[in-house]
Every structure is written in C-alpha cells, then in structure tokens.
C-alpha cells in the first residue's frame, strides 16, 4: 500500500473542490462585487488605495490575484521592485480606473526612501484587506496541503501527490489525462490572469482568497468553508 497521501479526485471531491470558488462562496461574493461598483459610483472622492481595492473587489478573486500577477510579470530579475513606469503599466494593463495623479500620489506615498523603486509585497499587503490570523492560518494550511514539496509554489506535480484522478469521469473515458485535469484545477487561481503559467505562489493563493475572506464576515463560517474545500 502506498504511504502517499491521496484522496481520489472523482467528479463528486472535483465539485467540491471547486465549489470553494463557486457554490459555497458565489452568492456573498456577488454581493461584494455589486457593493464595490456601487461604491465607486457614489461620486465620494476616495483614497487611491481604498478606490483601487475597490476597483479590485468589483472584478472578484481575480481583481487583487490578477494584479500580483500583472506586477510579478514585470519583475524580470525577481527583486519584486517596481519603478513607477511598471507600476502604473501594471494598473492600467489590468484595465483598473485611475488617474494619472492618484497612481503618483499611491506610488510617491509607498516610495518612503525616494529612490524611485516600490515594493511589490508591500503595496499588495497594504492593497488587501487585512485579515486576522484564524484566517491566514487556515489559508496557509491549505496552501501547505497542496505544496507537497515545499517549495512556496504550487503545480500539477504537487497535486499529483495529493490527489489522483483514477475515478474522474474525463479521466475514465479518456478525454482529458491526469495533467490536463490537474491543469484545469489550478486554472481557478489564474483566471484572468495576463500571463497564466500552471503556478501558484503562496502570496497569489493568498491573494486569491482575501476576496472571498471580505465576503464572509463570520470567522468560523470561512473556516468550515476552507476546511470542506480542502478537507482539512
């Protein structure tokens, strides 16, 4: 018998998975999303930063993951520094509203020593809501989980050793391999994505999830939901 920890990824533990990002969650992250587009329309002037966390939350868990993505891209030589040309390259290649002014102002207001460089982990700490710590640890258990080498990332060759898709019905009838549907899985963290590459960092799970996090105000029902999905 094996010693790998496995548990089968048939069509019922596949939909279960994958209703932490659409049956559990769906309803109170629409609300999110509407409550964000009817507060950037109130004609209230905001701070850059609570407006761009708007703009973010109205595109749903793919508006905060999709611009860590958009900056990682730009972060050529992995210092996760950022000029101002990027950052402002980042914002508008994710199609986010903002002026000229309110990017300068986020920018100068994050550039604390003046050398014309931010910190990308920094912004999108300060960019998400905050979330205590029940939160983040259950989260970080997840991640954990599924990061079966790790190595803070997550890809179809870590979920091969987590889960095997021996009784999924694509699988069975030939349709799809076993790193096809993987693949399909991690897609969840990477739509709408600028540049989707199969891998998902521990900040993106993150930033995946604080979304949903905002749209669940009770601690203990974000905890059985993560639990359910990941059968913790």
Do not use: W
């Amino acid at each position: 018998m094996s010693s790998r920890l496995t548990f089968r990824f048939g069509d019922q533990n596949l939909r279960q998975i994958k209703n932490m990002q659409r049956e559990d969650a769906y309803t109170k992250e629409a609300t999110l999303k509407n409550q964000a587009k009817r507060e950037l329309a109130n004609g209230i002037d905001k701070d850059p930063i609570y407006k761009l966390r708007l703009q973010c939350f109205s595109r749903g868990t793919t508006g905060i993951l999709g611009l860590s993505r958009a900056f990682r891209a730009m972060d050529t030589d992995g210092s996760k520094a950022l000029n101002k040309e990027e950052f402002k390259t980042g914002i508008t290649q994710m199609g986010l509203e903002l002026k000229d002014s309110e990017i300068d102002n986020m920018f100068t207001s994050f550039d604390t020593d003046g050398n014309g460089s931010i910190n990308m982990t920094e912004f999108l700490v300060k960019l998400r809501p905050p979330m205590n710590k029940c939160r983040l640890n259950i989260i970080d258990k997840a991640f954990k989980k599924m990061d079966r080498n790790g190595d803070n990332q997550i890809t179809v060759a870590d979920l091969k050793n987590v889960y095997s898709v021996r009784d999924h019905p694509k699988y069975l009838s030939g349709e799809l391999t076993e790193s096809e549907i993987l693949t399909d899985f991690l897609k969840n963290f990477e739509a709408g994505a600028p540049n989707p590459n199969g891998i998902v960092t521990e900040e993106e799970f993150i930033n995946y999830y604080v979304t949903i996090s905002a749209s669940i105000d009770n601690d203990a029902y974000f905890d059985l939901v993560m639990r359910r999905a990941y059968k913790l």
